[in-house]
């Protein structure tokens, strides 16, 4: 049986969460996500890891997810491609991947947290119960994205 062609964690410090099939093209700009891309390349499989860093997020949990990749890509069989973004700098084969992407505000890890209230700012993380206004931008239906 073949896997699914695309697998996407949430970082939050040492714990890395598996994000539902449903929820993978809805990241959080405090927070940062590890996407592993499955495709069929010369007569077997091949991987494309992403390590996408949210402009919010803190450093330490950017670090960590660039430790957690290494650690999943040297786990895999053959030659994986590795590329490291930035939130609103993915290329357009990142779009391409998700096919949509909404980035909400705000993040839900422990150190985004942890800093917002260190540093007394308002939580602007998406709640789905309140009323949200998005942006839509992109220069083409294959890079399109909501924020």
């Not at 700009?29 to 010369?42: A, E, H, K, M, R």
């Not at 499989?45 to 996408?52: C, G, R, S």
């Not at 930035?86 to 505000?105: A, C, D, G, R, W």
Request: charged fraction near 25%; include cysteine.
């Amino acid at each position: 049986m073949r896997a699914l062609p695309r697998e996407v964690w949430w970082v939050d410090g040492d714990r890395l969460s598996l994000v539902p099939a449903l929820e993978q093209r809805k990241l959080f700009s405090g927070d940062c996500y590890i996407l592993q891309y499955t495709y069929l390349g010369n007569e077997r499989d091949e991987n494309l890891f992403y390590a996408w860093l949210g402009g919010g997020s803190v450093m330490e949990d950017r670090t960590d997810t660039i430790s957690h990749m290494n650690a999943i890509v040297e786990s895999s069989r053959g030659n994986p491609v590795v590329a490291q973004i930035m939130e609103n700098k993915e290329p357009s084969q990142f779009f391409s991947i998700l096919q949509t992407l909404i980035v909400f505000k705000g993040g839900r890890s422990q150190r985004y947290k942890k800093f917002v209230a260190e540093k007394g700012i308002a939580d602007e993380t998406y709640d789905e119960s309140k009323t949200t206004l998005f942006r839509v931008q992109g220069t083409s239906p294959n890079n399109m994205q909501a924020i």
